[in-house]
C-alpha cells in the first residue's frame, strides 16, 4: 500500500537551510548592485500589478535593476548604522525599508529618474478589497456596455447573454425585447466604498479602470 502523501515528514532544517540561501542570494544581489550602480532608490509600489513591474524591469534592463526582497536582509546589505554601512551614508536609505518597498539601482541620471517616476502611471481594473477612487451608475433603461461612461450614440447594448451574469453580480436587471434592461439607476459603487468581487466584476464589465498602478521614490 503506498504511503500516505499527508504522513509526508518534512524537515525544518531544510525549510531553514533554504531560506538562508534565498537570503545570501539577496544580500549579494544588493551589494553587487552597489557596486556596479551610481544611484540606489528606495522606491515603494501603488496598486502592484506584476505585469507592468515587469514591463518596467525590462525598459530599465540596459543600466537600471529592481530588487524586491526581505527588508531586514536588504537594509543588513546597505548597513544599519554609520560603522557598519557598506558604503557612505547607505545607512540613511536603509532606514526607509520598511512595508512593501524595493531598490532601484541604475546608472541614469538622478533628476531623470525622478522626472521619470513622478509621471508615470499605468492605469488597470481594481481588485477587491481596495477603495474606489470614484463613483460609478449604470443609468436605467436600457444597458449599454460602457454602462453610461460614453453618449449612448458611440455605445452598444449590452449583450444579452451577460443578463443573467450583471444580474447574479447583484444588477436587478431583466430582459425586455431581447434588451438587458434596469427599472431604476444602479448603483455599482461610491467613491470611498471597499471593494468586494462583485463590484470589481462590474467595473471590469463595463471597462471602468479606476486603479492607477505607480512606482514612488521615497528617498
Known amino acids: 500500500m503506498p504511503k500516505s502523501k499527508r504522513a509526508k515528514v518534512i ?11 534565498n537570503n545570501l542570494k539577496l544580500f549579494a544581489s544588493v551589494r553587487d548592485s552597489v557596486d556596479k550602480y551610481q544611484y540606489c532608490f528606495v522606491f515603494g509600489v501603488e496598486n502592484m500589478r506584476n505585469t507592468y513591474l515587469k514591463e518596467l524591469r525590462s525598459e530599465f534592463s540596459s543600466d537600471s535593476r529592481f530588487i524586491f526582497g526581505r527588508t531586514k536582509v536588504m537594509a ?12 557612505q551614508n547607505l545607512s540613511q536609505l ?16 538622478a533628476p ?3 522626472e521619470y517616476f513622478s509621471a508615470y502611471s499605468q492605469t488597470d481594473y481594481a481588485r477587491a478589497g481596495t477603495s474606489a477612487t470614484r463613483g460609478f451608475t449604470v443609468p436605467a433603461g436600457m444597458v449599454y456596455s460602457r454602462g453610461g461612461e460614453i453618449p449612448e450614440d ?10 443573467q451574469t450583471v444580474r447574479s453580480l447583484g444588477m436587478p436587471t431583466s ?13 455599482v459603487c461610491k467613491q470611498g466604498d471597499i471593494l468586494n468581487s462583485h463590484q470589481t466584476r462590474l467595473l471590469k464589465l463595463f471597462g471602468v479602470a479606476t486603479a492607477d498602478f505607480r512606482v514612488h521614490l521615497i528617498a
Not at 11 to 21: H, N, R, W
Not at 76 to 87: F, N, S, V, W
Open 11 to 21: 524537515t525544518l532544517s531544510k525549510v531553514a537551510k533554504k531560506g538562508k540561501e
Open 76 to 87: 543588513k546589505a546597505l548597513g544599519t548604522a554609520p560603522d557598519d554601512e557598506y558604503q
Open 94 to 109: 536603509s532606514k526607509k525599508l520598511e512595508g512593501d518597498v524595493g531598490l532601484l539601482f541604475t546608472n541614469q541620471p
Open 112 to 114: 531623470a529618474t525622478i
Open 154 to 163: 458611440q455605445d452598444t447594448p449590452l449583450a444579452h447573454s451577460l443578463e
Open 175 to 187: 430582459l425586455v425585447k431581447g434588451r438587458v434592461t434596469l427599472d431604476q439607476p444602479y448603483v
